[in-house]
């Protein structure tokens, strides 16, 4: 089964707006064995809508819409769909009563525009939206199946799985989509992509999709098929194949996000963090702190941008910043030891490099970044090297820093760490200039 | 002069990929006059990408697509539109030298596959691409221009902007698109619209969109004019009394996000800054740190999750957080004066609250954020409660911690606050878990 997405809106043709709900309709649709051969998207002008649902129904059994189910006189699909399918549209006293309660919970009176959404094309299902006043329609004509849902992401969302879902699984054929997806931290897409294509080649049932990050690589395997136990089979055939591939490259299976796989690993062996961070500037306390109970394990963490604050809250001797520059692996270990210290967690991470634009020299270009580890009787340092612009640069470090918590409960040597991009050399003595 | 935009790739019809190529298009043919009528996405189907772009051809003078330039079986944009317009396509020597260059660059020799690339439809005009190997194409055929350009995002901006926008500005009708972009922090969407729809009502000739997003809402004016000093004068005028009408609500009408707003004002008071967080969690230090060059006033922070971290590192008398809570105005307050006071900045920021799932109690809601501000002699808290999840709490609290930063400097009474969407009370002597 084939089916064409049209977003109705003149907003999502100016350069503000993107039309986002496809994607979402696309996932359901594909789960449902139902599989998306073009999307249109199209102002609010009566003709241009009939035209673009004229050559859709053409050429597929399914047209689903969003947009344009409102109360103005902008709102314009359920006319133009009903006039093109030679529908009359009858008020619907039931809606007309709908949007009154909905009015009234707010305190409000409904105004008399709203009138224009209770009018129905004869014969129309009638999709409820507990989340606004526009209902959507199914409207079944000539062998094809329309459907127009409101426009507001929430609304459409709720709408489709509570209404269309149920109504569609009755008709969509026996194929469905199956998929695995995998979250891969620490290879280059070419590296990994050089690895596991020999494997997921010799699948030609499955569809392999490699999506790129900064720091983190998602690979999607996806199937048709129409026997549910036979696709789980071969998914976590390739599953399996790839894991042995990728060992612990591989951050999860489940969906789990790098945040989380680290915040469960703390929580599983009942360590605790605290940071210290001068050029990912609290990035890698607020990642970890985004899973919801975080305080768990997170201790605290301090932010010193300046050589002074390295000392005072990390103490990290001055002595030693003179030494050997800001940016060194000797100070990434005294910031991951101080700050491990001075909170009394199970492990302590230091961060330091030069995020750029400004702040390189030849010896530490903008870019390098010195991660370190520290954990009882036991500091791991690593020298990286970053491409891209600050913002990449810092994001980059902080899941690298992520990543040696990640692997450091996985008892995976450091030293393998495949996060290095561009080895540094031993600190020199030239002291760069703070990031 | 109206446009369509095409975008082929089968890739842009699963759930993973959205075409995004489309706005940057938009923006830049609205900037030159141009209309945009129509989108639409469609797979690697020779007899699909005809077939839309015979449609938008009878439509619209101008057909831009993006996609299907590439060397492989899978990219058929070039012999589809070849062959709908009647032109036989002719291998390009210049073209293959172009390719063959930048394979040697890289020390490599072509691929054999890269001669497509090669295939130029007769009487079309080649652009240059220096980041890719696919060259893009402009066609002229029956009073009708099709522009061919690659996929990846940058490849297809830097041609677009090098190539394509000095042969549309020849064509391109007198009438250009003018705006101005004023972004809003600290009122909600509807007192935001209900302030100023008086005024930009009355500016018939000016389309006015209100992009909210969580504790920023963006205000775009644009004016469709063949008198580009009329449309600034309109422009200019409209934006007077928009900027009466909301005072220091205004954030920047530059571009200048909030974080830049706040550094600006940061260099020019020459003041440092310093943080003290917990439920932010180091949002506040990373977004501060954000900006290029802020090393010079970005002093440091403390990330102090738990309440013992409150006291080591700021400073916050245990005793305090005992009696008021470690969510409350008191703490926040001991936050912003211990930061400041330890790191010797002038200014000393502080926020604790409830981000949530957990931690909610009826007294402190999840949402209940404090922020303080400490400055020489004066420290000010605010008291506020945001809607959302976590993500959304913290995000929002972050930016109203900046937000009193930036009104600070304007000199805006603190009482007047605009992000207060609902006063808290008095902290209450219960004792609210940590966040």
Redesign the interface.
């Known amino acids: 089964m084939h089916a064409e997405i049209i977003a109705v809106g003149s ?10 709900n ?3 309709l ?2 359901r649709l ?1 789960a449902l064995g139902i ?9 609010d002008n009566l003709a ?1 809508i009939q035209d ?1 649902f004229r ?1 859709a129904l053409e050429r597929v059994e399914l047209v689903v819409a969003s947009g344009g189910l409102g109360p103005t006189e902008d709102d314009l699909t359920r006319d133009a769909v009903a006039e093109l399918l030679g529908l009359r549209l009858v008020r619907n006293e039931e809606i007309i009563r709908a949007i009154q309660a909905r009015f009234q919970s707010f305190g409000r009176t409904m105004a008399e525009n709203n009138v224009r959404q209770a009018m129905v094309p004869e014969g129309a299902t009638i999709l409820a939206n507990p989340r606004g006043t526009a209902p959507g329609l199914w409207i079944e004509s000539k062998q094809r199946i329309v459907v127009l849902l409101p426009g507001p992401p929430r609304e459409l969302k709720s709408m489709f799985e509570a209404e269309v879902e149920p109504l569609l699984a009755r008709r969509a054929p026996e194929l469905r989509l199956y998929h695995r997806d995998l979250r891969v931290a620490g290879l280059p897409e070419s590296d990994l992509d050089q690895r596991i294509a020999p494997i997921y080649k010799t699948y030609s049932d499955v569809e392999t ?1 490699l ?1 790129a990050s900064p720091g983190e690589i998602e690979v ?1 395997f996806r199937i048709w098929s129409a026997d549910s136990a036979e696709a789980n089979r071969r998914l976590d055939e390739l599953e399996r194949h790839i894991a042995l591939s990728l060992g612990e490259y591989i951050v999860s299976t489940s969906g789990e996000s790098m945040e989380q796989v680290v915040g469960r690993l703390l929580t599983e062996h009942r360590a605790t963090i605290a ?1 210290a ?1 001068s050029c ?7 990642r ?3 899973v ?4 768990a394990y ?9 050589n ?2 390295k000392t ?2 990390a103490g990290v001797p001055a002595k030693m910043i003179e030494t050997h520059g800001a940016v060194s692996a000797e100070v990434a270990r005294a910031l991951a030891e101080g700050i491990r210290r ?2 009394g967690a199970a492990l302590g991470i230091g961060v330091t490099g030069v995020a ?4 390189g020299t030849p010896a530490k270009p903008v870019g390098t970044v010195h991660i370190a580890l520290s954990a009882k009787g036991n500091t791991v340092a690593r020298g990286l090297m970053f491409p891209g612009d ?2 990449r640069v ?1 994001w980059q470090a902080s899941q690298s820093a992520l990543d040696m918590v990640r692997r450091h409960f996985l008892g995976a040597s450091e030293s393998r760490g495949g996060a290095v991009r561009a080895g540094i050399g031993a600190a020199t003595k030239r002291r760069s200039s ?2």
Chains 1, 2 share one sequence.
């Not at 599989?35 to 102002?43: A, D, F, L, P, Y």
């Not at 990912?280 to 607020?286: D, F, I, M, S, Y």
């Not at 750029?356 to 702040?359: D, K, Q, T, V």
């Open positions: 907003e999502l043709l100016t350069p503000d707006r993107s039309d986002t496809s994607l979402f696309t996932a594909n599989e998306v051969t073009r999307k249109s998207i199209v102002g241009a673009t050559a999709t999506l999607h940071t961070e990912t500037a609290g990035l890698v306390a607020e970890l702190t985004r919801a109970g975080s305080s997170f201790l605290g963490g301090v932010v010193c941008y300046s002074e604050m005072a809250f001075r909170t750029g634009p400004g702040g600050r913002e810092r703070k990031v």
